[in-house]
């Protein structure tokens, strides 16, 4: 049976699966789990992570203010469910003026890797391109080099070194809200000279034909790194966001053994399809239990709210497995 390789959880935020549902996801019935105003002044609350810390939970938070301006935030929470979160924004601590300037900041993901806690989000410097800080804390927070050129989103690092190596999952991006997007893997020795850069999957089929882009940071299990990550179908009225799944191998992560042809969420709640963006689900963190294979998933919906939902890891494995396309390498696309 599949298994979660890593720490257990046994606080981990959970509802059992509901009497009848046949789904490898169900939602948490209190959804949204963090309103929109929980801050004095915000407007908006999502695309957030979420780590175990020092019992509880802490995490960072893409708080967007009532001016619309992107920030984000720290926070801890005793289970989960209920947040506390710093009404004012992470200042970075940062030795380099160029780099440390300050445009906006949103989607973040952390991540612990031996020591330390890392935090990376999309960073505005001449365009989008992906931040990266360490903390120990939740309290401080100290900025690294940015890890790529602008344009690039939805930085991922996986949770620990591979063959002595860092990796990090993102999707090189435009200026704009980009109409297109392919994920890569990138390798880097010291977490600031990246290269080595992998292709590892294009978007296909409907709900994830536009565009796609890795999710929380991959999970280790005994068949393979388990991906979540969002995909975009460009509809008559928009873009609408989805997530499924996919298993890469442990060793080298570019070659997808399987990938989900169905999703395994879309925007179906009021507050998934209503909201600043209607009809997103737009995952970010998981906190897993390795003792009972529990897998608990934060994900903005409606770029708007917080909302978090349940799976157990066997199914899910067995689902993607199950329900898999066929995994092929299309031709590289002219310019």
């Not at 001016?67 to 030795?95: L, T, V």
């Not at 002595?164 to 809200?177: C, F, I, K, N, V």
């Not at 239990?289 to 919906?301: K, V």
């Amino acid at each position: 049976m599949p298994t979660i390789i890593g720490q257990n959880l046994p606080n981990i935020p959970w509802e059992d699966k509901p009497a009848g549902c046949n789904k490898v996801l169900w939602r948490y019935s209190g959804n949204p789990v963090i309103p929109r105003d929980l801050l004095p002044d915000s407007n908006s609350i999502f695309n957030s992570a979420v780590v175990p810390f020092k019992g509880g939970f802490a995490g960072v938070f893409r708080c967007d203010n009532t001016g619309r301006y992107m920030r984000i935030h720290a926070g801890f929470s005793d289970d989960g469910i209920h947040w506390n979160i710093n009404p004012k924004p992470i200042k970075m601590i940062c030795d380099d003026p160029d780099v440390g300037e300050f445009v906006y900041a949103y989607d973040p993901r952390v991540v612990w890797i031996e020591d330390r806690y890392y935090v990376i989000w999309c960073n505005g410097y001449h365009g989008p391109t992906i931040g990266l800080a360490y903390t120990f804390d939740f309290e401080k927070f100290y900025q690294l080099e940015n890890a790529f050129l602008p344009y690039n989103r939805n930085g991922v690092l996986f949770p620990r070194k591979i063959n002595g190596e860092y990796y990090m999952l993102s999707r090189p991006s435009d200026t704009g809200h980009t109409a297109f997007g392919d994920i890569f893997v990138s390798r880097s020795k010291d977490l600031t000279y990246w290269g080595k850069h992998r292709h590892i999957m294009e978007p296909a089929g409907s709900w994830q034909s536009r565009k796609i882009g890795p999710g929380p940071a991959p999970i280790e299990t005994t068949e393979g790194w388990l991906l979540i990550y969002h995909g975009v179908l460009q509809s008559c009225n928009g873009f609408v966001y989805h997530a499924g799944a996919a298993l890469l191998d442990i060793n080298e992560p570019w070659k997808v053994l399987y990938r989900t042809d169905p999703y395994i969420i879309s925007p179906q709640e009021i507050y998934e399809c209503v909201g600043d963006v209607p009809n997103v689900v737009f995952p970010c963190a998981t906190l897993t239990d390795a003792a009972t294979g529990r897998i608990a998933m934060y994900y903005g919906a409606a770029d708007t709210v917080t909302g978090l939902a349940f799976m157990q890891v066997d199914e899910l494995i067995d689902f993607i497995k199950n329900n898999s396309m066929k995994i092929e390498k299309r031709p590289q696309r002219a310019t």
